[in-house]
């Protein structure tokens, strides 16, 4: 019979390969008896699914370039676009 | 763009200096780029790298699976016999905190939160998807087995985060 613990690394693995039969009976069978273990394989599975909706978002705020950082970056990028016509004229 | 690295690097000033690089080595590639794609795809795709170079260099620094390191914090989470020491309470409704804002910003602390060496794990694997070998190979972790043992410490230490943060906040 697995402990909770050794529940708990499986069902994290769960998420990155596929377990073997013998893991996955043995896994179930602790499910059938342990709310808590349900719990924890439930909430990592929302875990992994946020993680995937995180990489799509594009509203937090906290997340933009302030006008300072803008501004020194066009300037810049318009140094070496300079640069870059001046060494390579014809371009 | 600079949220994509943003969310991925986690340090301001690091993530702002990749867009920059980003478009000067745009700037210099002009010609290659054939418009078979969206400009906005090309120069994500270039961010990539960047961001991928930022982790081999610093796992290269910093090699990430002294996995000894937090065994002990996790047995934190357990008793001697490997039952749960705490409990593991219901969540309640966690579809609608993936719509909500203030979820995202509690959700993106908590990864900030995690040992620097977890937290780039968690974002590549998790967050960037990033395949198994990839991820030990950029972060120079030995075999996917310490990969899977720090993934593990991580997925539980954001769950407990959340958990006080968010679910038991609300």
């Known amino acids: 019979m697995l402990s909770c613990k050794e529940v708990s690394k499986l069902v994290s693995q769960a998420q990155d390969r596929s377990l073997t039969l013998g893991e996955r009976l043995s896994v179930r069978m602790h499910l059938l008896m342990c709310r808590m273990c349900r719990r924890y394989q439930k909430q990592l599975a929302f875990l992994t699914q946020a993680g995937r909706r995180f990489s799509h978002l594009s509203h937090a705020g906290a997340f933009t370039l302030t006008e300072k950082a803008k501004a020194r970056m066009k300037q810049k990028l318009e140094e070496a676009a300079r640069e870059q016509a001046e060494t390579e004229p014809g371009d | ?170």
């Open chain 2, 1 to 170: 763009m600079y949220r994509y690295a943003l969310m991925r690097v986690r340090n301001p000033a690091v993530a702002e200096d990749m867009v920059q690089e980003t478009f000067l080595s745009a700037l210099k590639a002009r010609e290659r780029f054939a418009g078979k794609s969206a400009e906005k795809t090309w120069l994500i795709g270039i961010l990539k790298h960047k961001i991928i170079d930022h982790f081999r260099k610093s796992g290269r620094e910093h090699p990430v699976d002294d996995i000894n390191k937090e065994a002990d914090h996790q047995d934190a989470f357990f008793d001697e016999q490997g039952h749960w020491n705490t409990e593991i309470a219901a969540w309640n409704r966690p579809g609608e905190a993936l719509e909500k804002k203030q979820f995202w910003e509690i959700f993106s602390a908590c990864i900030s939160d995690l040992p620097a060496h977890l937290a780039d794990l968690y974002i590549l694997r998790e967050i960037n998807g990033m395949q198994s070998d990839e991820v030990c190979k950029v972060l120079n972790i030995s075999t996917t087995n310490n990969m899977w043992v720090m993934l593990s410490r991580a997925r539980m230490k954001i769950r407990r985060c959340l958990e006080a943060r968010w679910f038991n906040a609300t």
